[in-house]
């Protein structure tokens, strides 16, 4: 998988040859592959240093392997679409999971971060925003998520609104600690630049429960 040198270089193997060797245990190979893939993303300083190079090859691989595995469709939105700045690589993958799980509305809903926050397409956001609102089991917050993104709302707190929606719905670890970062760099600048009092106070009820504790006015 490695070759050594100075540079890293990770070598993913063609789905298509793979396939041909895993002698009908693909979803096997899909589960190999995922561990791999976490053990890459989780070199924070490496990944800093290379920006997820290899995480579409990788996230590709999987998603071919065993398109019904739901979870690294997340990363394909963080990992591809904003650590590679690769949206559209990102959209190609969660594209084959939205083939592939017609019953599961936290698909359209990855789709719609991939739009909103890394490709900057608020339109096609809340397409599938609301695309994933149909579903019964759905969240009643992403309808009002698809008209926040809609409306004349300062981008800041759309963006909020956004992280706040990741931060409360994903059970991953690593996803969930990086939505909480983000929120309290956005909830902090509100805080810091707002000339409201009204924004102010809501955002430091915003950072007190994320944890983070700001002198009162």
Not at 36 to 59: E, N, P, S, V
């Amino acid at each position: 998988m490695r070759a050594s040198g100075a540079e890293e270089t990770i070598v993913v193997p063609n789905a298509r040859v793979l396939k041909l060797f895993s002698l009908g245990y693909d979803q096997l190979m899909a589960d190999c592959w995922w561990l791999a893939f976490i053990q890459y993303y989780g070199d924070t300083k490496a990944r800093l240093k290379d920006k997820c190079k290899y995480a579409y090859d990788y996230l590709d691989l999987i998603t071919q392997l065993d398109p019904k595995f739901t979870q690294p469709y997340w990363f394909a939105a963080f990992a591809v679409g904003a650590e590679m700045k690769r949206p559209d690589l990102a959209a190609r993958v969660i594209d084959r999971g939205l083939s592939a799980n017609q019953n599961n509305w936290y698909l359209p809903f990855i789709a719609g971060i991939n739009q909103y926050l890394f490709a900057h397409n608020d339109v096609e956001a809340a397409k599938y925003y609301r695309r994933a609102a149909r579903y019964p089991e759905a969240p009643v917050w992403l309808e009002g998520q698809a008209a926040t993104l809609e409306a004349r709302v300062p981008s800041i707190i759309k963006e909020a609104n956004t992280w706040t929606t990741i931060y409360v719905s994903t059970k991953d670890r690593l996803v969930k600690e990086h939505a909480r970062q983000q929120l309290i760099s956005l909830w902090t600048m509100v805080y810091q630049q707002a000339p409201l009092l009204k924004a102010r106070v809501r955002a430091r009820a915003e950072l007190k429960l994320l944890g983070v504790d700001v002198e009162a006015e």
